[in-house]
């Protein structure tokens, strides 16, 4: 069974890391680029950080460059998303999903409804 299961989010104060996992069964990271995004109240589902699943190139929009880092643990068909110096409007709930081109990144561009993770919550505040 196709599954994306999210996990580490939690509250931490401005400055502070979380590191994010993405457990992925019933494919293997070999056969689908993976992509992490955000959606906070009120606000539209955008891309933060994709990675390729042949050469682990990654894309990050803009606000988290430099403070975001994507890597894949292939033994572990596992997904990161390490995020340092958090800021509150990092603040939202964070899915992992399957995308067909990582540069695009984007919401659309995921391969279908099943491929989506169920989110875990990121709150930034102090």
């Known amino acids: 069974q196709l599954q994306l299961v999210e996990s580490g989010g939690g509250l931490v104060r401005p400055g502070g890391s979380l590191r994010l996992s993405c457990a992925v069964s019933?494919?293997?990271?070999?056969?689908?680029?993976i992509g992490w995004f955000r959606q906070a109240p009120g606000k539209e589902r955008e891309g933060v950080s994709c990675?390729?699943?042949?050469?682990?190139?990654?894309t990050y929009t803009n606000p988290v460059k430099g403070r975001f880092t994507i890597s894949r643990g292939n033994a572990k068909n596992t997904v990161y998303l390490q995020m340092n110096s958090l800021k509150p409007e990092d603040t939202a709930v964070y899915y992992c999903?399957?995308?067909?081109?990582?540069?695009?990144?984007?919401?659309?561009?995921?391969?279908?409804?099943?491929?989506w993770g169920q989110g875990t919550q990121v709150t930034v505040s102090s």
């Open positions: 019933g494919f293997s990271l070999d056969s689908y680029h």
């Open positions: 990675i390729s699943r042949t050469d682990d190139s990654a």
């Open positions: 999903a399957a995308v067909f081109d990582p540069a695009m990144c984007h919401p659309w561009d995921v391969v279908g409804d099943d491929y």
